[in-house]
Every structure is written in structure tokens, then in C-alpha cells.
């Protein structure tokens, strides 16, 4: 579903990510956990086409086609989500109307017929039924004055509602209490399945307490630099990120 090959990036004048590779397949839930300015955010920028992030060497494969080539209308419409980190305020637009424009921008794309308000509506109360949300998160505007855990609630809301192939969530942990993480997790957790895959981005293992990942990456300096089973998630937690770093590179 993803494959990314020794990719390169630059912000600005400096190399975030320095040859990083990673496949995921369809079903699968990655991890990606690592320290602070490892690049994590970076990576899920430039899987979502975000502005000022150069590929300066190495591939994004997305079900077999280069993802760089797409714009990022077309990354979504495809089946691209990305949770964004700091979830933006849209004062004055109804959090309905505009996952609607959002949704239906992504089938017209695809071809397929636009959703009435009626189709939407009905649509909306299936996902708010199987996600266990309460509907007035609906009539508000866009995440304004919205709580952590609101805007956890709506982002998970979101993704049940476009229903996309490969999701990124990338969660600073900051600030979320554990309701909320867990609220992430069960938001996940139902939305697992054989064709969608997930990049769970984190910097706390505690995440990782309540979504299972198949596999778990450690992300630091800008590259992989180990990857393993849940179990890594724990070791990490017990050691934190020098270990890694002394472990790869007993050297420095
Ligand atoms: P993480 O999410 O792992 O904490 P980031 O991807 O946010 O790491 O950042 C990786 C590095 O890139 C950090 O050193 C950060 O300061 C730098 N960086 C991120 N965004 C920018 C930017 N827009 N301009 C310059 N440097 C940036
Ligand atoms: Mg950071
Ligand atoms: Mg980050």
C-alpha cells in the first residue's frame, strides 16, 4: 500500500529526513514513536503534500503509484488521510457542512455521485452510532473552542466519515489526557480493517497501551533506525530513546 524508499526531505536549508524506508501493507498498524525533532511530523507532511517540504532523493509508492506526483486534493481523494497535529479552527463554518465539501470534493474526484444533505445525514448517524459520539459536536463550527479531547472526538469523526485507505494520525500526546488517547484508540481500533491500513505517529508508548500495532518503528535522526514488534513500544518505554541510540550507533 506504502512503500518509501530511502527518502530525503529538507525544510528550508536543513535535511530532516535522511534516507528513510518503510513499507505498510493493507491491514497493518504501524507505529512510529522517537524523540522529539526526529522528523515524525515531517514525515506525515510530506506523505500529505504539505508546502515547503522538498524531497531531495528517494520514492513514495502509494498502491503502486508515485505519491510525490499527486497533488494534495488528489493524495485525499485517493485515499490519503492525515489527523493534522494541531487540528486548525474554522470559525463560522459548521463542522457538518464542512466534512460534507470535504467528502463529497473527494467523490466528485473519484467520479462518484455527490451526497445530498439527506444521504450525508444518514451517513453521519451511522458513524456517530458506531463511534458512540454524541451529535452535538455536529452543530458547531469547526473545531472552535473545541477541547483536546473534542477535537480528538472530531478527528476520529472525520476519518470515520471519509473512510480512507491509509491514515496518518500523528499525536504529540501533549496535553491529551487518557480519555482522550483512549478515545483515539478505540476510534482506530474500529476502524481496523483488512484494507486500511495506519501510521500512528507518537512520542509516548502510552498510546500504544490501547491500539495493538503490528509493527513498531523507532524514528530517529531522520531514519528508521529500528523496527520490531510491540514489544519495542515497551523497551522503549522502560529505556527511552538513548538506548536506541546507543544500539545502533554504540560509537557516538
Ligand atoms: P518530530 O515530529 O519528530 O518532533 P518534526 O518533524 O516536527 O519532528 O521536526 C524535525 C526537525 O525539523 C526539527 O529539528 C524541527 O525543528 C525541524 N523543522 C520542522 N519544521 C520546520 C520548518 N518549517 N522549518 C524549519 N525547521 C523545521
Ligand atoms: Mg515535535
Ligand atoms: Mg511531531
Redesign the pocket.
Known amino acids: 500500500m506504502l512503500k518509501i524508499d530511502n527518502l530525503h526531505v529538507r525544510?528550508?536549508d536543513?535535511d530532516?529526513l535522511k534516507g528513510l524506508t518503510l513499507e505498510v501493507r493493507p491491514g497493518e498498524v504501524h507505529a512510529i514513536m522517537?524523540?522529539?525533532?526526529?522528523?515524525?511530523?515531517?514525515?506525515?507532511?510530506v506523505l500529505a503534500g504539505r508546502e515547503?517540504y522538498e524531497v531531495t532523493a528517494g520514492s513514495i509508492r502509494y498502491e503502486g503509484r508515485d505519491l510525490l506526483a499527486l497533488a494534495p486534493e488528489a493524495r485525499a481523494a485517493e485515499g490519503l488521510f492525515l489527523a493534522f497535529?494541531y487540528p486548525v479552527e474554522i470559525p463560522g463554518v459548521n463542522n457538518t457542512y464542512f466534512l460534507r465539501a470535504a467528502l463529497n470534493a473527494q467523490r466528485k474526484y473519484r467520479g462518484e455521485p455527490e451526497l445530498d444533505s439527506m444521504q450525508f445525514l444518514k451517513l453521519v448517524r451511522e458513524k456517530l452510532s458506531v463511534l458512540h459520539i454524541k451529535d452535538e459536536l455536529l452543530h458547531r463550527a469547526v473545531n472552535e473552542g473545541f477541547s483536546g479531547g473534542e477535537k480528538k472526538r472530531n478527528e476520529i469523526f472525520q476519518l470515520a466519515v471519509l473512510e480512507p485507505k491509509l491514515a496518518i494520525l500523528?499525536e504529540?500526546d501533549s496535553g491529551l489526557d487518557i480519555d482522550a488517547l483512549k478515545l483515539v484508540a478505540e476510534g482506530v481500533n474500529l476502524m481496523r480493517d483488512p484494507k486500511r491500513a495506519f501510521l500512528v505517529?507518537t512520542?509516548y508508548q502510552r498510546l500504544l497501551d490501547y491500539i495493538k500495532p503490528d509493527v513498531v518503528h523507532v524514528?530517529a535522526d531522520?531514519r528508521i533506525v529500528e523496527s520490531g514488534g510491540p514489544a519495542l513500544a515497551q523497551e522503549l518505554e522502560q529505556h527511552g530513546y538513548a538506548w536506541v541510540k546507543e544500539r545502533i550507533a554504540p560509537e557516538a
Open positions: 525544510v528550508g536543513k530532516i522517537g524523540p522529539n525533532g526526529a522528523g515524525k511530523s515531517t514525515l506525515g507532511y515547503g497535529q500523528d504529540t505517529i512520542h524514528l531522520g
